[in-house]
T-cell receptor
Framework: QKEVEQNSGPLSVPEGAIASLNCTYSDRGSQSFFWYRQYSGKSPELIMFIYSNGDKEDGRFTAQLNKASQYVSLLIRDSQPSDSATYLCAVKGDSWGKLQFGAGTQVVVTP | EPEVTQTPSHQVTQMGQEVILRCVPISNHLYFYWYRQILGQKVEFLVSFYNNEISEKSEIFDDQFSVERPDGSNFTLKIRSTKLEDSAMYFC???????????FGPGTRLTVT
């Protein structure tokens, strides 16, 4: 059974601080890695994707991938109250686009 | 900015009835997907669709489910005889290629009574 694991949280982060979210996956054949943000009652919104080992930065977000350790992370710098949401890690293997999702980490940014 | 749209936003149906959920993927995308999310649970893959045929489906996607691209823009999910446990948010997604990022629609909340 291929698994994607995330800490459920909630992760409480002071406004302006860095939020660090982690995700591990079991399928060594996984090729692509995605972070989605999901507000309560809404659909997943793509915020980052990463395909190669290392770091990828986009604005306040940095995704980090280590395929040897089967680990992907997301850093949110200068956290804002609007960043309060559930962050979903999604992994794609070598199949026809199927994404496997983790259960999500709830982030709460406190003013 | 192009986006995936879905209708209806909320569908209430009685157990045993057929429902059709509709999606309009992003226009230049070639791969289409359906996912569902039961309240408080993970987003789960149902089916992927490419070149007018199913390319992959999950164990959830049994004979009660079917997908269709009836014209050049719509992509539908049909549930033939709904069960109480089909109550969930159903999300349509699309991508340019199989390896590319997937963009999700706003979802249809299906309530089976």
């Amino acid at each position: 059974q291929k698994e994607v694991e995330q800490n459920s949280g909630p992760l409480s982060v002071p406004e302006g601080a860095i939020a660090s979210l982690n995700c591990t996956y079991s399928d060594r054949g996984s090729q692509s890695f995605f972070w989605y943000r999901q507000y309560s009652g809404k659909s997943p919104e793509l915020i980052m994707f990463i395909y190669s080992n290392g770091d990828k930065e986009d604005g306040r977000f940095t995704a980090q991938l280590n395929k040897a350790s089967q680990y992907v992370s997301l850093l949110i710098r200068d956290s804002q109250p609007s960043d309060s949401a559930t962050y979903l890690c999604a992994v794609k293997g070598d199949s026809w686009g199927k994404l496997q999702f983790g259960a999500g980490t709830q982030v709460v940014v406190t003013p | 900015e192009p986006e995936v749209t879905q209708t209806p936003s909320h569908q209430v149906t009685q157990m045993g009835q057929e429902v059709i959920l509709r999606c309009v993927p992003i226009s230049n995308h070639l791969y289409f997907y359906w996912y569902r999310q039961i309240l408080g649970q993970k987003v789960e893959f149902l089916v992927s669709f490419y070149n007018n045929e199913i390319s992959e489906k999950s164990e959830i996607f049994d004979d009660q489910f079917s997908v269709e691209r009836p014209d050049g823009s719509n992509f539908t999910l049909k549930i033939r005889s709904t069960k109480l446990e089909d109550s969930a948010m159903y999300f349509c997604a699309s991508s340019e290629g199989a390896a590319d990022e997937q963009y999700f629609g706003p979802g249809t909340r299906l309530t089976v009574t």
